[in-house]
């Protein structure tokens, strides 16, 4: 028997980059920060893929700098590189469920959409 089990809470990294395909299905891809327990330690950086009604959840209310609860899976996407013909790899965690965490006010500010003003990459805090 094997466990991959994957619960992580951090910040959305940037916007989801969303696509829609002709079956009807919908996936958004994103970025995700956690920050470590020392505040001198650089955050950990995971790359997220979700799939259907959660996808479209991460897609209307998802914002770069939102707060996120997530539990999924760990794989890796393999393929070869057009241009060199080289293998190449990245770990992803597949999402299973999104938890939007903070509240609305709080997911705006760190979008920088709070108050009226766009904050800069240096303002967004991870």
Known sequence: MGVNSVTLVGRAGRDPEVRYFESGSVVANLTMAVNRRSRDDEPDWFNLEIWGKQAQVAADYVKK??????????????WTDRNSG??????????????????????????GNFGGGQASDEEIPF
Do not use: M, Q, T, Y
Not at 67 to 78: A, Q, V, W
Not at 86 to 111: C, F, H, I, M, W
């Open 65 to 78: 700098g939102s707060l996120l609860g997530i539990i999924g899976s760990f794989k890796l996407d393999r």
């Open 86 to 111: 080289e293998e190449r790899s990245k770990p992803v965690v597949r999402v299973d469920r999104l938890e939007l965490l903070g509240s609305k006010r709080d997911n705006e500010a760190a979008a």
